[in-house]
C-alpha cells in the first residue's frame, strides 16, 4: 500500500519561510506533486519533482528525497494570500487504478500578520 | 479557454434521488477524472479515464457510474443518492506525457449535499 503524511496544520507569519512536509511509504513512484486550495476554490498546481533535489518557481521551492522518503514545499516571503490547504501527490508506478495520482490529507497554512 | 467547467455548483438532493454532475474540459487532454473531498480526508478518486470510450474505477467508486463519449465531456451520475455522498466533486483533467501527467486542472466544484 501507500501513505502520504503531511502535518494537518502550519502557522506562520508574513514575511516569514515556512516548510510543509511530505513523507510517504511506498515502493516506487513516478514523482512528487504539489497543489494548492484555497477555502472554497479548486486545487492548482504548484509544482513537480520528478527527479531529487529542488525546484525553484518563484517564491515556491519544492524538494525531493527519494533515498529519505521525503519531500517538502518550501515557501518565502510569506504573503497573506499564501493562507491556503497545501496537498502532496504521487503518482505510483503500477498499473490501472494504482497508477493514478494519490493526495495526502492536506496541510492547512495559516499566515499571521 | 474556459479550461475545466463543472455543473451545477450547488446541489440538494433526497436520499434515493439519482442526478448527473456534468464535466467538461476545451483543452484537448486525454485525462479526465472524478474526486471527491471530504473535510481531513484530502482528494480521493471516483473513476478516471484515459480517453473517449475507456473509463475505470479509483479508489471510492461505489454508488457512481461514469461514462465517456467524446473528449470533452466526462459526467458523472449518481445512482441513488445517499447522505454518506454529501461531499465537493471536483472533475480534474491532464495531457499523460511526461511532466503534464502530474499538471491536473481543476474545475471549480460541485458542492452536493444528499438529506
Known amino acids: 500500500g501507500q501513505s502520504l503524511e503531511q502535518p494537518s496544520e502550519v502557522t506562520a507569519v508574513e514575511g516569514a519561510i515556512v516548510q510543509i512536509n511530505c513523507t510517504y511509504q511506498?515502493?516506487?513512484?513516478?514523482?512528487l506533486s504539489w497543489y494548492q486550495q484555497h477555502d472554497g476554490g479548486a486545487p492548482t498546481f504548484l509544482s513537480y519533482n520528478a527527479l531529487d533535489g529542488l525546484e525553484e518557481t518563484g517564491r515556491f521551492s519544492s524538494f525531493l528525497s527519494r533515498s529519505d522518503s521525503y519531500g517538502y514545499l518550501l515557501l518565502q516571503e510569506l504573503q497573506m494570500k499564501d493562507s491556503a490547504s497545501y496537498f502532496c501527490a504521487v503518482r505510483l508506478h503500477g498499473s490501472g487504478s494504482a497508477r493514478q495520482l494519490t493526495f495526502g490529507s492536506g496541510t492547512q497554512l495559516t499566515v499571521l500578520p | 479557454n474556459a479550461g475545466v467547467t463543472q455543473t451545477p455548483k450547488f446541489q440538494v438532493l433526497k436520499t434515493g434521488q439519482s442526478m448527473t454532475l456534468q464535466c467538461a474540459q476545451d483543452m484537448n487532454h486525454e485525462y479526465m477524472s472524478w474526486y471527491r473531498q471530504d473535510p481531513g480526508m484530502g482528494l480521493r478518486l471516483i473513476h478516471y479515464s484515459v480517453g473517449a470510450g475507456i473509463t475505470d474505477q479509483g479508489e471510492v467508486p461505489n454508488g457512481y457510474n461514469v461514462s465517456r463519449s467524446t473528449t470533452e465531456d466526462f459526467p458523472l451520475r449518481l445512482l441513488s443518492a445517499a447522505p454518506s455522498q454529501t461531499s465537493v466533486y471536483f472533475c480534474a483533467s491532464s495531457l499523460m506525457t511526461g511532466r503534464s501527467y502530474n499538471e491536473q486542472f481543476f474545475g471549480p466544484g460541485t458542492r452536493l449535499t444528499v438529506l
Open positions: 511506498t515502493s516506487g513512484f513516478y514523482g
